[in-house]
């Protein structure tokens, strides 16, 4: 294994085992004899520690895999799921925002419209796309290409990969608020399926902009929420070293979600995260879209907005006593 | 305009700090603005819808005051107002949620951050909404989305003009993703108020920030501002922290969006229903 992979706090005591064993698996090669059976039992402690760490994942943990720098991103699934992908810019109003990713491909033999938050594979990439967090112009292109499909009759995929929307100037300036609020209520109204699947961080308004659909599904170590962690330890606790408490509270793990029915299903992930075998999670990911889109393409389109609003309408949980 | 206006133009953008509570002072208790510092007369303050007679400051007012300067005097009927918050999630943060709900409570006398109702506005119909800050920072969570929905989806279904008066700090934390939810059941809805053709003014007051901003508060056909009022997505604070340097004097006051295009015009408090008024006369005749 690569020692000098990004190493999350809780895989320390793996990173440890697994630099031992490279180093008796040297030793070994170099002619020392008499450790076979010492690698062996150190091969199957790493395999039990690691089922252990990664089967019992906190929410805050989940938070951290959602984060690695090594996560699949939109475009890798763009690659392993369609073909023919041609990616189109720019919102015609003011620039292209590279923080969203979007443009026909094909799934199997159906034409869709992919539109996706987009991030970085290293720090230069990462600088360019702004972390994944869109600018206005970000959500207007996706909005533009979602138009798009609606003329053409191309059922939309949305891929949710951001930390959140830029709390910047431009950002403010240029109206972020109003291009999020915009995306929400068209989305509502597109006669073509919307099928959005979070394959990492669903931060916020910004996540939520790329979020209606009729339906959602999250892998398995993505998060959805309302704020970070971070921003909510920071305001309710005053105190942002309470970030993985703020992650239990807020319920942003695909499990809780899916009872709260915020979301239609959850894509399984290898052990270790999506990262340790993106063919795999590609897989999973391409199957619900298949399933869903062939359910959805039976619904008349009436039917179709109609019931996207029966399903955001029903959320929400309060209490009614008859005055 | 003379060279040396282009400067001393900049001064009307103020930064603008939220008051805080003040208790019931009797008349002629003097108390002092927060934005300018001059002293007011309570009784002053009062006769000037709350707004600072020496530097136009708008001070917070309570929901129900509100609903009075906006509608035809004993016109105004609550809806829903029995509509109260859970606690989904089980938060607990230093504070647990029901205890944040039953000290909101307290202090506002109000249920929920948000009264909806039915009335009338010089003889026009309308469906009124109106948030308070004071409940939780005004912050949306299942009871304030599920009201605006109920609101919206009455007035669509009556054709009656559809007012907001927004002010809030964004999504409610403690409710998780089911308030972030609220954000697109209030815009789906609004989709639908739109298609039916029936007129919806939005009015932004000190603050609106966040979740709130980002759906019903900015999908109006007309958007009105108090002046100097607090309004953007991002908070100020955020905003800092994220790009490391200080905001530009003004930034996201009402007057900043008034001037990026974001919205139609700013009214100063005692023109408000005046104006409103006018507007429906267009839309509605």
């Known amino acids: ?323 | 305009m003379p060279i040396s206006e282009w400067f001393h133009r900049k001064e009307k953008y103020t930064r603008v700090t939220p008051p805080s509570e003040k208790k019931e002072i009797p008349e002629g208790t003097c108390i002092k603005c927060d934005a300018c510092g001059g002293v007011i007369f309570q009784g002053e303050l009062e006769r000037n819808y709350r707004v600072c007679p020496k530097c136009d400051f708008h001070f917070r007012i309570s929901s129900w005051d509100r609903i009075n300067l906006l509608t035809d005097e004993n016109s105004f009927s609550e809806l829903d107002s029995n509509l109260t918050s859970e606690d989904p999630l089980n938060f607990v943060a230093a504070k647990s949620y029901p205890e944040n709900l039953s000290q909101a409570k307290e202090k506002t006398g109000l249920r929920e951050a948000v009264i909806t109702g039915e009335g009338r506005l010089d003889d026009h119909k309308i469906a009124l909404a109106v948030m308070d800050f004071g409940f939780i920072g005004g912050s949306m969570g299942s009871v304030v989305g599920e009201k605006v929905t109920r609101l919206v989806e009455r007035a669509t279904k009556e054709k009656t003009s559809l007012i907001i008066v927004c002010s809030s700090g964004g999504a409610r934390m403690q409710e998780g993703m089911l308030s972030l939810m609220q954000m697109a059941k209030t815009s789906a809805t609004l989709a639908k108020l739109h298609e039916a053709g029936v007129p919806y003014i939005s009015v932004l007051t000190h603050p609106t920030t966040g979740g709130v901003t980002a759906s019903f508060a900015t999908l109006a056909d007309v958007i009105l501002a108090e002046k100097n009022a607090l309004i953007g997505f991002a908070g100020p604070r955020v905003i800092e922290q994220t790009i490391k340097q200080k905001l530009p004097k003004g930034f996201q006051t009402s007057e900043f969006l008034l001037e990026h295009g974001m919205v139609d015009m700013v009214v100063h408090r005692k023109d408000l229903k005046a104006t409103i008024s006018k507007l429906l006369d267009f839309f509605v005749g």
């Open chain 1, 1 to 323: 294994m690569n020692m000098a992979r990004y190493v999350m706090d809780f895989e320390r005591p793996l990173v440890k085992l697994e630099s031992r064993l490279g180093e008796l698996k040297k030793l070994r090669a170099a002619g020392q004899p008499d450790i076979a059976e010492e690698i062996e039992y150190l091969e199957k402690q790493i395999k039990k520690l690691h089922q252990k760490i990664y089967s019992s994942l906190t929410p805050w943990q989940k938070v951290q895999v959602a984060r690695h720098p090594d996560r699949p991103r939109t475009s890798d699934y763009v690659g392993l799921i369609f073909t023919d992908f041609v990616e189109f810019h720019g919102d015609r109003l003011f620039k292209d925002d590279p923080a969203i990713l979007g443009g026909p491909a094909f799934l199997d033999h159906r034409r869709v419209m992919i539109v996706g938050h987009q991030k970085g594979k290293d720090t230069k990439e990462n600088v360019a796309r702004n972390f994944g967090m869109p600018h206005p112009e970000g959500y207007r292109k996706a909005l533009r290409l979602m138009k798009l499909a609606d003329k053409f009759d191309m059922p939309i995929i949305c891929f949710i990969d951001t930390p959140g929307a830029y709390p910047g100037i431009g950002a403010e300036e240029r109206g972020q608020a109003v291009a999020i609020a915009g995306n929400l209520l068209e989305m509502g109204q597109f006669s073509v399926p919307i099928v959005a699947v979070n394959i990492g961080e669903g931060g916020s308004g910004g996540a939520l902009a790329l979020g209606v659909a009729d339906r959602v599904f999250m892998l398995a170590n993505a998060y959805y929420s309302v704020i970070s962690p971070e921003g909510c330890a920071s305001i309710l606790w005053r105190d942002d070293s309470k970030a993985s408490e703020a992650a239990e509270a807020l319920c942003l793990t695909a499990d809780k979600l899916l009872d709260f029915e915020i979301i239609d299903g959850i894509i399984e992930e290898p052990l270790g995260g999506a990262h340790h075998d993106p063919d795999f999670t590609s897989q999973g990911i391409k199957k619900v879209l298949i399933d869903s889109l062939g359910e959805l393409g039976a619904y008349p389109s009436d039917k179709l907005v109609e019931e996207r609003y029966r399903r955001l309408r029903k959320i929400g949980c309060f209490r009614e006593p008859t005055p």
